[in-house]
């Protein structure tokens, strides 16, 4: 419901009959879902399980670490070391935006010695089902995934000391899997999966690329005008106190 699936929802409307009942399931009650029923144009059914009224479990304990980018991997590896030495038999899931990243964050984990397994579309269906199954079963206790962040995590605090410590270490070995993930075909099948999907929607993946740059090329026009006006003004106020200061 947050938009990245809107082509293929389109896509799946467009043959469904008009006269029909839809049915919505949902693990949480969001503000998106609360607005989708106050719009929708019939009668709206809502049925609530009301077998488990606890939100969260009482043992959850949310913690939000605000850092600055740079040292945001370290901190991500020093978190991950403190859990592993706290709790030796327990298991880590690490949230991620992209399939790229994941595969990023993977690497560079097990570049450090941190066993971990990755989970994301890019991956066949068998190696999805193999990674889970290695960290259910905890012959790995680090799962890398995308698109879950929402879901709220279990982050304890790190001292910084340690983050300090392994920063660099952190920096240089996710470069050189960043290196070595772009002398591979990652991106290569992500664009045959992204024109297999535009075929079977029925738009040409060529004539979408053409349309793609054209747009680019038109935004980047326009913040290269929003950049000269800003100078302008700039400018402007420049002489206008240099001004002030003569008079």
């Known amino acids: 419901m947050d938009g990245r699936f809107d082509s293929q929802l389109h896509t799946i409307w467009s043959s469904l009959p008009e006269k029909r009942q839809t049915l919505l399931f949902s693990a949480t009650i969001t503000d998106r879902l609360e607005r989708m029923k106050e719009l929708a144009s019939s009668e709206v059914f809502l049925w609530q399980s009301s077998g488990n009224k606890q939100a969260t479990v009482q043992q959850l304990d949310e913690r939000y670490a605000l850092v600055n980018p740079i040292v945001k991997d370290a901190t991500m590896i020093a978190m991950v070391l403190q859990q592993t030495e706290q709790k030796p038999r327990g298991l880590i899931m690490i949230f991620t935006d ?27 269906q068998k190696e999805r089902l193999s990674a889970l199954a290695r960290f259910k079963s ?3 206790k680090v799962l890398i995934a995308t698109d879950v ?10 001292d910084e000391a340690m983050v300090r410590k392994i920063m660099k270490q952190v920096n240089v070995s996710r470069r ?3 290196i070595r993930l772009e002398q591979t ?23 979408e690329e053409k349309k793609k740059r ?15 006006e800003l100078l302008k003004h700039l400018e402007k106020k420049k002489w206008e106190k240099q001004d002030d200061g003569d008079s």
């Open 98 to 124: 992209t399939c790229k990243n994941t595969q990023v964050l993977s690497m560079l984990l097990n570049s450090l010695s941190i066993e971990c397994v990755a989970l994301h579309s890019m991956l066949s």
């Open 138 to 140: 905890s012959q790995v």
């Open 149 to 158: 962040a929402s879901r709220g995590l279990d982050i304890p605090l790190v």
């Open 176 to 178: 050189e899997q960043e």
């Open 185 to 207: 075909d990652f991106d290569e099948r992500r664009n045959i999966n992204k024109r297999k999907r535009l075929i079977l929607e029925g738009r040409d993946p060529d004539e």
């Open 214 to 228: 054209k747009h680019l090329k038109k935004l980047r026009k326009a913040e290269r005008q929003e950049r000269n």
